[in-house]
């Protein structure tokens, strides 16, 4: 019941819908869905914190940046199922479209660049989210 709740939780908030069908393209660092999104770093770090809890999503460290992938094949039946089941219901949705649109810009630019451009527009460091 636990893994179900976690999963539903997760779930039923759009910007983790949105977060889900972004990681769908490919791998991303924190300073890229913070700029999908348009929120506060410390809004994506919780955000991405409910997406692992439930195991949708996986994440790595690579110096600097933290990375966030869709669960693998590894994944439970019940997580597969779930991320299946969201690409296949908002695919033709119109805010994932301009997302999709919005983030292969994003994917343009260097993530050195786009991190430093975030730091100096708050307080906080976007790299250090997580």
């Known amino acids: 019941m636990f893994e179900f709740l976690n999963i539903t939780k997760a779930l039923a908030e759009e910007n983790r819908l949105r977060i889900l069908l972004a990681?769908?393209?490919?791998?991303?660092?924190?300073?890229?869905?913070?700029?999908?999104?348009?929120?506060?770093?410390s809004t994506v770090s919780k955000h991405m914190s409910v997406l692992r809890q439930a195991r949708l999503v996986d994440s790595r460290k690579d110096g600097r940046w933290t990375y966030y992938r869709l669960a693998d094949a590894g994944a439970p039946s019940e997580v597969r199922d779930a991320i299946a089941w969201?690409?296949?219901s908002l695919a033709a949705n119109e805010c994932i479209r301009k997302d999709a649109g919005k983030l292969e810009e994003i994917l343009k630019i260097d993530r050195e660049i786009l991190c430093n451009q975030q730091s100096r527009s708050s307080d906080c460091e976007p790299s250090k989210t997580d």
């Open 23 to 41: 990681l769908e393209v490919e791998e991303l660092c924190v300073c890229q869905i913070i700029e999908l999104l348009e929120l506060a770093p």
């Open 86 to 88: 969201v690409k296949k």
